[in-house]
């Protein structure tokens, strides 16, 4: 029994969510208890600063520097704070804060072609038109990815007295693969089924899956996953666009319920290069940020569609490119699907993809006794300390690495 802090914070950046978990086992027998789980809402000022390097805005190195120490504060604070009340943790799992995101490949498979605010590539800047981009010269390599998380691991370390282990998707990366998801081994360790095929569908700014077949025979090798595309990063925007800026989500999804999708913009929009692209693949706000929902509104324009249908159609285009994600690349459609991440809270996006998975039953990891607000931040637990064991955390089917490697570096948790 090892007391872990797990702290991510996501492509919403809404905030830090920190779990403390209760771990015991390591694989087919990994157990966890979910002990505390908060999630510490950034201060306004720092969450716009974020965003807005997000969209690409162009910052100093120094400004850089104190971006990342505002972050690794808040995390360390964030892991003071869970263990109130509580046996102290020995180990922390922190994620970061993922501040830019590029897939390997050198393709755009979501890391280029945003043309967000700041953006000085010579290249195409349609969001909606860029896609796999001009193949690397003959010869040479194709390109690592690239993932960059701020919050240093040494600094929550210090602070905390607590080893730290962190940065998470570089080993993954350095092994060629897209350093995304990451969740998946944990979700085939804690939520496989005997006889069910399951689909663990996050829902966070950005939307990933975890495919886990029915738990016989070489099923661990048939394990899947990938980023599916939007989350709530399209919705979040547009109710922050539509509000200007009183609202930063649509609560249950009231809003767009109240309104119809425009179908004919959801199947052009379907065409993007993204949601065609085969796994392994990771994405970001780098494509599914500030500059696509402006293409998406120009797009809208047309139909002149009301606040309320607008957002009915970008709930559509979440829903619908997660269900053409499945149908297209899983070797056949899961029994059940359990969603979890802030979406699972969106009642009308729940329903839309209940409509459009049909007799696929649409639930959520709380269901099977896993917390879908925390599930994300006890994955990162379980990572550091599977990475603490010695045990590789990345499965090469989700992230295309050409091989299982130990994720995270790890910073003793000493004061001097
Ligand atoms: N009650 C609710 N109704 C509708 N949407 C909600 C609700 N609660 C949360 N959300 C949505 O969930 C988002 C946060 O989800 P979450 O914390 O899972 O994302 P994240 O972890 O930042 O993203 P990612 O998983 O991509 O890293 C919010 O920005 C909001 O859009
Ligand atoms: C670079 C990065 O932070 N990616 C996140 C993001 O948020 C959802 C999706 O895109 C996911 O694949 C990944 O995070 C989760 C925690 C993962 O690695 O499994």
Redo the contacts with the bound molecule.
């Keep these: 029994m090892t007391y872990v802090i797990g702290l991510?914070?996501?492509?919403?950046?809404?905030g830090i969510?920190a779990a403390l978990v209760d771990i015991s086992g390591t694989d087919l027998d990994l157990k966890i208890e979910l002990l505390a789980g908060e999630?510490y809402p950034y201060p306004v000022e720092l969450r716009e600063r974020i965003l807005a390097v997000c969209a690409g805005k162009a910052i100093s190195m120094a400004e850089l520097a104190e971006l990342d120490d505002a972050i690794a504060l808040a995390f360390a604070q964030a892991a003071q704070n869970i263990q109130n009340g509580h046996k102290p943790a020995s180990l922390i799992g922190s994620h970061g804060q993922?501040i830019y995101h590029r897939p390997p490949g050198g393709g755009g498979e979501g890391g280029k072609g945003r043309g967000g605010e700041g953006e000085t590539r010579g290249i195409d800047n349609s969001p909606l038109l860029y896609g796999r981009g001009s193949p690397a010269p003959l010869g040479s390599p194709a390109p690592l990815g690239y993932s960059l998380q701020l919050g240093r691991g040494a600094v929550i370390a210090h602070l905390t007295a607590i080893t730290t282990i962190s940065n998470f998707r570089a080993g993954d990366i350095a092994a060629g693969g897209q350093g995304a998801p990451l969740v998946p081994r944990v979700d085939a360790y804690l939520l496989s089924h005997p006889q069910e095929g399951r689909c663990i569908q996050?829902?966070?700014?950005?939307?990933?899956l975890a495919y886990i077949p029915p738990r016989r025979d070489n099923w661990l090798e048939k394990i899947l996953g990938w980023d599916t595309g939007p989350?709530?990063?399209l919705?979040?925007l547009a109710v922050h666009h539509l509000t200007a800026g009183a609202k930063?989500?649509?609560?249950?999804?009231n809003w767009a319920a109240s309104g119809t999708p425009c179908h004919p913009l959801v199947e052009q929009w379907l065409n993007q290069d993204y949601f065609h692209l085969p796994p392994p693949k990771s994405t970001g706000r780098e494509l599914f940020g500030v500059a696509y929902l402006h293409q998406c509104l120009k797009d809208a324009e047309i139909y002149q569609l009301s606040s309320a249908d607008l957002l009915a159609t970008l709930t559509e285009l979440t829903a619908a490119s997660i269900v053409q994600n499945y149908r297209t690349f899983l070797p056949q459609m899961p029994q059940q699907v359990f969603l979890?991440?802030?979406?699972s809270?969106?009642?009308y996006?729940k329903h839309r993809l209940q409509i459009l998975l049909q007799s696929i039953p649409v639930l959520t990891t709380d269901e099977v006794g896993l917390s879908a607000?925390f599930k994300?931040a006890i994955a990162f637990a379980v990572l550091a300390y599977w990475r603490n064991l010695g045990i590789p955390g990345n499965l090469p089917a989700a992230t295309g690495a050409s091989q299982e490697v130990l994720l995270g570096e790890i910073c003793l948790g000493t004061r001097d």
């Design positions: 991510i914070s996501g492509t919403s950046v809404d969510d999630t993922t996050n829902i966070g700014g950005i939307g990933n989350g709530n990063s919705l979040d930063i989500y649509d609560e249950n999804g979890c991440g802030g979406g809270r969106n009642l996006l607000d994300e």
